[in-house]
């Protein structure tokens, strides 16, 4: 073998490294950031609920969920509708919404446990990022990752992100408009308010 195949070996495989690193730029910034998160002193930013605004003047449409699997992924979507609507989200179909949804999981072992955690990307129309959410819940288990992972994890992170996503979508300019037009009243203020107490008459009540 002579010198030259063998010192063109470590440049092919540098340049095949190269190309690889090209290819998965984009899932590993994705899980690089989610992966930071973990840390006990990471400081997450958080959407405040625009006050007396509900999301549901800026429908949303579910575009995907990667990460999970399968089983993980039919539970989570299930219960981000499900926590998502009791806080007035209203979901519309791709080409209709304002707003689509892309969803990421992960499940990686941590110092007690586990943790499963969401990132939550936000796009317009015009598919440019406008927000991203994040945030992690701990699972006590030594088990594989996502063996780990059992309802009421998966419940209490899909309840985490569409608190999230709702709180962003009363901030938007569509939920702001509807509200102006009182159609983006919230699940609360339509209930019918309580009766005043009327004044207590004065005397011994009968049983009847």
Do not use: H
């Amino acid at each position: 073998m002579s010198i030259k195949t063998v010192a063109r070996r470590p440049l092919r495989a540098a340049m095949e490294i190269v190309s690889l690193a090209s290819l998965l730029c984009g899932c590993l910034d994705t899980t690089l950031e989610r992966d930071a998160r973990f840390s006990a002193n990471a400081q997450r930013p958080r959407v405040a609920a625009r006050p007396g605004v509900s999301p549901r003047g800026a429908s949303l449409a579910f575009v995907s969920l990667d990460g999970p699997p399968e089983a993980v992924s039919v539970r989570f979507k299930e219960e981000f509708d499900k926590a998502a609507r009791s806080r007035d989200v209203a979901f519309a179909k791709t080409e209709a919404a304002p707003y689509r949804l892309r969803v990421y999981l992960t499940a990686v072992p941590a110092q007690a446990g586990t943790r499963l955690a969401y990132v939550l990307d936000v796009y317009d129309r015009q598919g440019r990022r406008v927000q991203r959410l994040s945030d992690d819940v701990g699972v006590s288990s030594d088990a594989n990752p996502w063996d780990a992972i059992n309802d009421n994890s998966v419940a209490a992170i899909a309840d985490r992100g569409a608190a999230d996503v709702a709180a962003f979508l009363s901030n938007t300019p569509e939920a702001g408009a509807a509200a102006e037009k009182d159609e983006g009243v919230s699940v609360v203020a339509r209930q019918a308010k309580a009766p005043e107490d009327k004044p207590k008459v004065s005397g011994v009540a009968q049983v009847r």
